[in-house]
């Protein structure tokens, strides 16, 4: 079980607006602890797509947004692509843990 | 353009050390602060966090994984390493190496990563 909760799997068809949740505690994303989110691809290495709550690196496209609210946070994909089919995970650090944790993944399907 | 490989054995026995290196190519360890990190996932699920390295030598672990592993930095070398001691097939895994910047809380997502190395755990 993972420390922060994600759906398993989302949908949405091309052009459309999907999010993906991540719910924590108050021992991390509740005490304002950063969430940072990424992309991966099957048979590749995790791709960051937003770190510290709403930052985009350089590179991935305005489409991808990141939110924060109490002790969840969202990551939003607007303008649905068939190349947005991947697995998303989100991560924050857990002050009880002393260290990261990762939410166990969200499978994004684009019909 | 900064690039992390991982190399070692890719089968270890049960009870045995695994150890992995990975190489940092395109850029200093030592040059800027940043913490240096382990993340595994094992075939058909999610990631997990390993630990970290900061270039000070200070360490973070997984309070899961605290009582076997080692995580280790080598600036001479340009490199950093993980041992992981008595190890089960529950350790099958593919061992990613990754680079996070500081921020406020400690440190912030992985912005570089090598491409895994998928580690065995079988006599």
């Known amino acids: 079980q993972s420390v922060l909760t994600q759906p398993p799997s989302v949908s949405g068809a091309p052009g459309q607006r999907v999010t993906i949740s991540c719910t924590g505690s108050?021992?991390?994303?509740?005490?304002?602890?950063?969430v940072h989110w990424y992309q991966q691809v099957p048979g590749k290495a995790p791709k960051l797509l937003i770190y510290?709550?709403?930052n985009r690196p350089s590179g991935v496209p305005d489409r991808f947004s990141g939110s924060k609210s109490g002790t969840s946070a969202s990551l939003a994909i607007t303008g649905l692509q068939a190349e947005d089919e991947a697995d998303y995970y989100c991560?924050?650090?857990?002050?009880?843990?002393?260290?990261?944790?990762f939410g166990g993944g969200t499978r994004l399907t684009v019909l | 353009q900064l690039q992390l490989q991982e190399s070692g054995p890719r089968l270890v026995k049960p009870s045995e050390t695994l150890s992995l290196t990975c190489t940092v190519s395109?850029?200093?360890?030592?040059?800027?602060?940043?913490?240096w990190g382990w993340i595994r996932q094992p075939p058909g699920k999610g990631l997990e966090w390993i630990g970290n390295?900061?270039?000070?030598?200070?360490?973070y672990y997984n309070p899961s994984l605290r009582s076997r592993v080692t995580i280790s930095l080598d600036t001479s070398k340009n490199h950093f390493s993980l041992k992981l001691e008595s190890v089960t097939a529950a350790d099958t895994a593919l061992y990613y190496c990754?680079?996070?910047?500081?921020?406020?809380?400690?440190?912030?997502?992985?912005?570089?990563w090598g491409q895994g190395a998928l580690v065995t755990v079988s006599s």
């Open positions: 990754a680079r996070a910047p500081p921020n406020s809380d400690f440190w912030s997502g992985y912005d570089y």
């Open positions: 395109g850029g200093s360890i030592s040059s800027s602060y940043y913490y």
């Open positions: 991560q924050s650090f857990d002050t009880s843990l002393s260290g990261s944790v």
């Open positions: 390295v900061y270039l000070s030598g200070s360490t």
């Open positions: 510290d709550y709403t």
């Open positions: 108050d021992s991390n994303i509740g005490t304002d602890n950063e």
